[in-house]
């Protein structure tokens, strides 16, 4: 292991604005105040709690940058970053400031988390900093509530306590601090919309520290403010907040994962808290092996990595979102895939535009339409940690009327359609269709029933994989449908044929992705013109 690295020449984050001032005797304090604390753990335990560089570098950025008033001008404090770089011993130290050196009457720092056993890793560190602290005055001062998870600072009448998202309940709080740990887990965005929303209104400067690690949803808080650091962090920059500061230490998309020179870029500690010889080890031992690779990925060059086991490169998907023209598509034949789910979940449908026979090099065009029963959609976005809302809002997700699906609105959409579209057949998973079945094929419709099994699957998931990668399908970018093929992951049987499977989280939806591709199945065999390859296992006419 390396020797401790210190900061050799500070100099403000760019990030200042010109009317702040830069404080040396504020900075000093507070960097001299961490440094007094001990280290609690390893080889290091007892000894004092010296920064290394990027470390002191915040701390001089976050306590030493004021504003003309002499507050804080940073409020919001981001800082992702691999795993093992002394994320939680930082987080421990700052609880401890903003608790016993603020000089705030009645401080309120809160530690939060996504559950109370992560929730209490940075207040044990900070209890036992105080338990180990060589000054007894200091250790007379804080009172330990252990079976409360309380830090108690007695000159103040300050607090320092734990809340989780499992056990959180909503009541009033008047926040000078919020340490969150691993916001990529958090369930919902519930505790971090009431500890950073107005929350502080009243404190002259509170400060809302947030390190995490990178996640694997894309559709969580935890992302939600990792794409507003690296908005910031943009050169130039898509977003501008005086208030909020960012730091990422992570691999870029092309960045090689098995290079030691980017493990060294990503990973600030590497030499003093991560021994280069673990990374290596860890690497090798990924290396081949998709699920340890992705976790490598995200622990330790902190990349968000959507499924362990995806199956579409969303990049190659991503690039055949070019815009549908429907009115171009009007009168044209397609094919129809529905998916009804349950009458509580989403339902899909999905319509698929094959090139004309005739012509060559031509795209294949997706149209997806989603529905859910408008009194679940508040319950899904908990569920799901997807904006629901948002989507029922801009007009990708429509709603019916109370909490059960009501199929009728739906059979109204397909005949509507219908009248635009020439809809050749509609494909459908029967399991809870067999009564919209029934009434699609009294309407007139080609209404097949489409077996959901790796035999029927395959075909057309591998001619979709196919038409992906060589830019010949068009999606139009419908965010639901990108959702679910970021959540889809297969399953193959002896003989190589695969069928779609949900992720490991159980809100992963992939109903649109079924849709998809029972849809597509249809146009591929009207397109070659030939009879039914799969030996009349891929439909059952209803």
Same mark, same amino acid.
């Given at each position: 292991?390396?020797e #401790?690295?210190t900061l050799?020449g500070y100099?403000?984050t ?5 009317t702040s ?7 000093d304090? =507070?960097v ?10 390893g080889?290091w335990?007892g000894?004092p709690f010296?920064?290394?560089d *990027?470390?002191?570098?915040l701390?001089?950025?976050?306590f ?5 008033e002499?507050?804080?001008q940073?409020v919001?404090?981001y800082?992702?970053?691999p795993k ?16 016993? =050196? ?5 401080a309120? +720092?809160?530690?939060?988390a996504?559950d109370i056993? !992560?929730?209490?890793i ?11 602290h060589? /000054?007894?005055g200091l ?6 509530t252990?079976?409360?998870k309380?830090?108690?600072?007695? &000159? ?15 009541h009033?709080?008047?926040?000078h ?11 919902n965005?519930?505790?971090?919309d009431? #500890?950073?929303t107005?929350s502080?209104?009243? %404190?002259?400067q509170?400060?809302f520290?947030?390190i995490?690690t990178?996640g694997?949803?894309?559709?969580s808080?935890?992302?939600? +403010?990792?794409c507003?650091?690296k908005?910031?962090l ?6 501008v907040?005086?208030?909020?500061y960012p730091?990422?230490?992570g691999a870029d998309e092309?960045?090689d *994962?098995?290079d030691?020179?980017v493990?060294?870029?990503?990973n600030p500690s ?10 290596? =080890?860890?690497c @090798? =031992?990924?290396r081949?092996n998709?699920a ?9 060059l902190n990349?968000?990595v959507a ?5 579409? !490169?969303?990049?190659a ?12 598509l009007?009168?044209r034949?397609?094919y129809?895939?529905l998916?009804?789910?349950?009458t509580?979940?989403?339902?899909a449908?999905v ?6 026979v ?8 997706v149209l997806?339409?989603? *529905? ?8 899904s +976005?908990? %569920?799901?940690?997807?904006r629901? /809302?948002d989507?029922? %809002? @801009?007009?990708i997700l ?13 059979r109204?959409?397909i005949?509507d ?6 809809i ?7 399991y ?11 309407? $007139?419709?080609a +209404?097949?029933?489409?077996?959901q099994?790796?035999?029927?699957l395959?075909? &057309?998931?591998?001619e ?5 990668y060589? $830019?010949?399908?068009v999606h139009?970018g419908?965010? #639901?449908?990108? *959702? ?18 949900k992720g490991?989280? %159980? ?7 079924v ?5 597509l199945d249809?146009?591929?065999? !009207?397109?070659e ?5 799969? /030996?009349?296992?891929?439909l059952?006419f209803?």
């Open positions: 292991m390396e #401790m690295r050799a100099q403000p760019r990030f200042m604005l010109p001032r830069y404080c040396k005797e504020a900075a304090f =507070a001299n105040f961490i440094e007094s604390l001990p280290h609690t753990k080889k335990k000894t010296k920064l290394i *990027w470390q002191e570098q701390v001089r950025d976050v030493g940058i004021l504003t003309p002499g507050t804080r940073f919001t404090v800082v992702e970053v093992k770089n002394g994320k939680s011993e930082l987080a421990a130290a700052i609880a401890l400031l903003l608790l016993c =050196a603020d000089f705030e009457n009645s309120e +720092v809160f530690g939060c996504a056993k !992560q929730a209490r940075v207040y044990n560190v900070a209890k036992k900093m105080i338990e180990y060589p /000054d007894p250790r007379r001062l804080v009172k330990i252990d079976s409360q309380v830090l108690y600072f007695k &000159p103040t009448d300050s607090t320092y306590e734990v809340l989780s998202a499992e056990a959180f309940t909503k009033g709080f008047s926040v601090g919020v340490i969150f740990d691993e916001l990529h887990a958090q369930p965005r519930r505790l971090y009431t #500890m950073t107005g502080g209104d009243a %404190r002259e509170p400060l520290f947030i995490t990178a694997c949803d894309m559709n808080i935890g992302y939600e +403010v990792h507003e650091a908005g910031i943009a050169n130039p920059p898509t977003r907040d005086p208030t909020f730091v990422i230490f092309d960045d *994962w098995t030691p020179a493990w060294a870029k990503v590497l030499g003093v808290t991560i021994p280069l010889s673990k990374l290596q =080890a860890q @090798d =031992a990924a081949g998709t340890k690779e992705n976790n490598f990925r995200q622990l330790r990349q968000w499924s362990a086991v995806r199956w579409m !490169q969303m990049e998907w991503n690039k055949c979102n070019a815009p549908v023209d429907r009115v171009a009007k009168g034949i397609c129809a895939g998916d009804l789910a349950s509580q979940d989403t339902t449908l319509l698929v535009f094959p090139p004309h005739s012509e060559e090099g031509g795209k294949y065009y997806a339409f989603f *529905w859910l029963p408008k009194d679940r959609v508040s319950m +976005v908990d %569920r799901d940690h997807v629901y /809302d989507w029922e %809002r @801009d007009g429509e709603t019916t009327p109370g909490s059960v699906t009501d199929y009728s609105f739906i109204k959409k005949n359609l219908a009248r635009e579209f020439q050749n057949e509609i494909a459908v998973d029967p809870n269709a067999r009564h919209l079945l029934q009434e699609l094929a009294q309407d $007139g419709f +209404v097949l029933e489409f077996r099994g790796a035999l029927s395959s075909p &057309p998931m591998k979709l994989m196919r038409l992906v060589r $830019g010949e399908i139009g419908n965010p #639901m449908l990108d *959702w679910q093929m970021d959540n889809l992951t297969i399953i193959a049987d002896a003989n190589e044929n695969i069928r779609p499977v490991k989280k %159980r809100s992963g939806r992939i109903d649109g992705v849709s998809l591709v029972m849809a249809g146009a591929i065999l !009207q397109r013109e030939q009879p039914n390859v799969y /030996d009349g296992s891929r059952t209803v």
